[in-house]
């Protein structure tokens, strides 16, 4: 599919037809109305969903609202998020603020409250300001737009301890005419998802029935979302959802479907890249392409001993190749391998040759220099080749830094 590929200048979900937006400013942490922190996403017409969600026991008031919007509608209408606050093991009232959220931006969106998913993003066990929010989602509503703008304030309604928006688009050309698939994200510090502190919203306006949806979302997450790490903590929050208008009146099938399924891949790929890039005082973001598994699951506890790993992740950060440590976490993954048939390898890009650093048991110091070189970069790869069966799996994960453990000490 050569011809798919992200547009280099992303107005998020602007981008698609048929979707309103807009962000505002309501002072949700109590600090101030220096930033955008309620954001508010319309569909002009009922609109397909799918969604997944954090595994996490203590899953915030709006997942479960969030999750009943699903099981009850074939189709909905908006998406009502707000940043500085996770109205998370907020208890009864928790689940009420939630629904005063989702009835507020139905009455703004003209729609019945349960069209409505709610989200909520930020600091955890303390209630909803509720009078200055709906304020906030008031405002939102009183000027949704798809300009440039609108995606912007949109975008950066959802953040908190980012520093950057995060956006993505794709356009498909199909048989039958084009269609967008775009998306918005926010993350940076609680970031394990098993669908982070991670919001990720996306939009099209392809005709795709729910289980297409449902099905393309899932696949979609899988190998990005749930293939990341910044600091292996599954936040309570964790949302991605998916909506599907209609606007563009075509209806993929055959090839076209799949060229749509990898549409969705690509644009939660590019935001997951872009929420382990913006990891919290983060300077390294390391991909982990471990091979030769005996199972997919293998693969993948593999490539997460190593990616969370304090002490790799340390060595990353000190631009020290420490392969020895790469090797401990995954001896003890619980995995089935034979340690004398393990390969691993340093290379700039998972594009780029690698350059052997231990093989047939033994390390291969000759290398070291070139080793060191490619550690220092801001981005490389580590293959690890556990030489057992023939299963894969690939990981994003970043350093850990003095810097993280200062803005993480306290709130």
Request: net charge positive.
């Amino acid at each position: 599919m050569p011809d798919l590929r992200l547009q280099p200048r992303s107005r998020g979900i602007a981008d698609v037809p048929g979707f309103r937006l807009n962000g505002a400013a309501c002072d949700v942490r109590g600090k101030g109305y220096d930033r955008l922190d309620v954001a508010l996403i319309v569909s002009d017409s009922p609109a397909a969903a799918a969604g997944v969600f954090t595994r996490n026991a203590f899953a915030a008031p709006p997942v479960a609202l969030c999750r009943e919007v699903l099981a009850g509608r074939a189709r909905v209408r908006a998406v009502v998020a707000n940043s500085g606050n996770a109205n998370a093991c907020t208890g009864a009232r928790g689940y009420e603020d939630a629904c005063r959220m989702q009835a507020l931006a139905a009455e703004t969106a003209g729609c019945e409250p349960d069209e409505v998913f709610v989200c909520s993003t930020g600091r955890i066990g303390e209630p909803l300001p509720m009078d200055r929010l709906a304020r906030g989602i008031a405002l939102a509503g009183a000027e949704l737009g798809s300009t440039a703008a609108h995606g912007e304030r949109a975008a950066d309604a959802i953040l908190t301890s980012d520093t950057r928006r995060k956006v993505a688009t794709v356009r498909v050309k199909t048989t039958a005419g084009t269609i967008t698939v775009a998306g918005i994200a926010k993350g940076a510090g609680m970031i394990e998802p098993g669908m982070a502190t991670m919001l990720a919203f996306l939009a099209t306006d392809a005709v795709v029935a729910p289980g297409v949806l449902r099905k393309a979302m899932g696949d979609a997450v899988d190998t990005t979302f749930n293939a990341i790490t910044v600091d292996g903590d599954m936040s309570t929050n964790d949302t991605v959802l998916l909506l599907a208008n209609g606007a563009s009146g075509v209806r993929p099938s055959g090839g076209d479907l799949a060229r749509f399924r990898e549409a969705v891949r690509l644009v939660c790929d590019a935001l997951a890249e872009k929420i382990v890039g913006d990891g919290e005082k983060i300077t390294k973001v390391v991909e982990l392409l471990v091979s030769g598994a005996a199972s997919r699951a293998d693969a993948e506890a593999v490539a997460r001993a190593v990616g969370n790993s304090l002490l790799v992740k340390s060595s990353w950060y000190g631009n020290d190749p420490n392969w020895g440590r790469v090797l401990d976490a995954a001896g003890y993954a619980r995995a089935t391998f034979d340690p004398a048939r393990v390969t691993l390898a340093y290379a700039d890009s998972a594009e780029h040759k690698p350059v052997p650093v231990f093989a047939d048991g033994v390390a291969e110091p000759r290398n070291k220099p070139r080793w060191k070189k490619i550690v220092a970069r801001p981005r490389f790869t580590i293959r690890l080749g556990l030489g057992a069966g023939r299963q894969t799996y690939r990981l994003l994960a970043s350093d850990l830094t003095e810097g993280y453990v200062n803005f993480n000490k306290s709130e």
